[in-house]
């Protein structure tokens, strides 16, 4: 019995701290890559106004999509670093990576570093199918409706 004892401790308590840290390297991850795009979406919705007044083509703002691209990265994921935010014409491309510790000193590797990448763009478009509705209430020339 205790030899048994001291074999299922030995075995299982790496197979134990393996799991713990890949849920926690799995859980960093997921939310990395969804703060990433949430980011890149929010990005790419910042319309250069003035660009648009004057020529009708959309492009992005550059200053405002770095600066709501970073407050989502930061409000989204804390402990994510933003490596690179690449505007171009009407798509952004944003790189995040995050330091994440591993719970059990079990292993060699005390840390995984994470990197996400995603991509947005700017398309026009109406924000619902109620934009097309027809205004029935109007009379056509003849004074009928």
Known sequence: MAFIAMALAIVLMPVA???????????????????????????????NTAAFRS???L???MNAAHSTARAVLAADAPSASLSSINVSGVEVTIEAGQLVRLPFDFFPMRAARLKAIASARLTAGYDSPSSFLLNTSAS????TL
Not at 22 to 32: E, G
Not at 140 to 143: F, K, L, P, V
């Open 55 to 57: 020529s009708g083509v």
């Open 140 to 143: 056509d020339s003849s004074g």
């Open 17 to 47: 701290a393996y799991a713990v840290d890949i849920a926690t390297v799995s859980s960093a991850a997921a939310t990395l890559q969804e703060a990433t795009a949430v980011a890149a979406m929010e990005a790419a919705q910042q319309l």
């Open 59 to 61: 492009v992005i703002d």
